[in-house]
Every structure is written in C-alpha cells, then in structure tokens.
C-alpha cells in the first residue's frame, strides 16, 4: 500500500484542487492501494517541516516529500503508478 499526504492550509484553492485531483486518482488507481490523508500544516507543523515542506500544497509519499508545489494530474498519476509497480514487483519477488 501506497501513504499519500497531502500538506495544506486552511484558505489555499490550490491545496483544493490537488486534493481534487489525488482524490479521482485514487478511485481510478484502487482505493485499497493508496492510502491518503490532508495534513493540515498549522495542526501538524513540525511534522511539516520535518518532512521539508515549505509551500502548499505539497505532496509526500511513503513519507518522502514528492512535489512542493501543485503537481500536474499526469505527472501525480505517473509517479503514483511507478510505484504501484514497484510494491508489485517487490511483492511477487518475496514471494520467490
């Protein structure tokens, strides 16, 4: 399973739209795959900052900040599908 967290502020229409956009992803993708969560940065700031989140919205996954900034539906789906691919591979290789 794929931890997607979405680091926003109360007020930012961006942090509206990427939410949005990771929200139909992760119905189109397999809602049993990605796990998400908004991480609001005023309630979890030095959670935030540990992360190195500057900006939002900003996008961590598998707790490693990704995208500082709105990234674009196309490049979020492509990064989300690698490494889909990737828990794929490992799995079916421990299996071995």
Known sequence: MIKVEVFSAPGCSKCSHAKSVLQKLVSELGENKIQWREVNILD?????????????????????????????????????????????????????
Not at 57 to 66: G, Q, R, V
């Open 44 to 96: 979890e700031l030095d959670y935030a900052v540990e992360l190195g989140v500057l900006t939002t919205p900003a996008i961590a996954i598998n707790d490693e900040l990704m995208f500082t900034g709105l990234p674009s539906a196309k490049k979020l789906r492509a990064e989300l599908e690698s490494r889909l691919a990737r828990n794929i591979q490992n799995n079916s290789e421990a299996q071995v």
